[in-house]
């Protein structure tokens, strides 16, 4: 089956979009890693949303929010596979670098990853940018994407 992205602003998306993608969120943030946090923070009206479909199956999705909303730099998060190990992740975040181009003209685009993950985001292009923080209960780095342009 093939792949489909989907690129939404918040406006666009549809009540079952919606609650399809905030039932992922909440299923691996909040309950696979047992982690009680504010997940809706209203950066999701600001945001684009992308997700990859396999068939009728979400198996990708981060947001590309614009600077001065999640972070002072256009920036990424909510990145999740619900498929591990293949690709999904690399494929939505090279869409979600696309997105931060194509909607909020980036320069260059922050991160806060958890830290067990820096390698996944380094694949990317990301790069370490802070020391170790502690965000809700999980230690994080932030990371930035450089030299958009030379990233095509």
């Known amino acids: 089956m093939a792949l489909v992205l989907h690129k939404k602003r918040f406006t666009e998306l549809t009540t079952d979009e919606l609650y399809e993608l905030l039932r992922i969120r909440n299923d691996v943030f909040v309950v696979e890693q047992n982690c009680v946090y504010q997940d809706l923070d209203y950066d999701d009206q600001k945001a684009i949303h992308l997700w990859l479909t396999e068939g009728e199956k979400v198996v990708a999705i981060c947001r590309v929010c614009p600077a001065g909303t999640h972070m ?28 931060a181009k194509e909607y909020f003209k980036a320069s260059s685009i922050d991160l806060e990853a958890q830290e067990y993950a820096k390698g996944f985001y380094e694949q ?17 780095i932030k990371m930035t994407y450089l030299n958009i342009n030379n990233h095509e």
């Open 124 to 140: 990317v292009g990301f790069r370490q940018s802070s020391a170790p923080f502690i965000l809700d209960g999980i230690p994080h």
């Open 72 to 99: 002072a730099e256009v920036s990424i998060g909510r990145v999740i596979t619900t498929e591990r190990g293949k690709g999904y992740g690399k494929r939505i975040m090279l869409e979600g670098i696309s997105a």
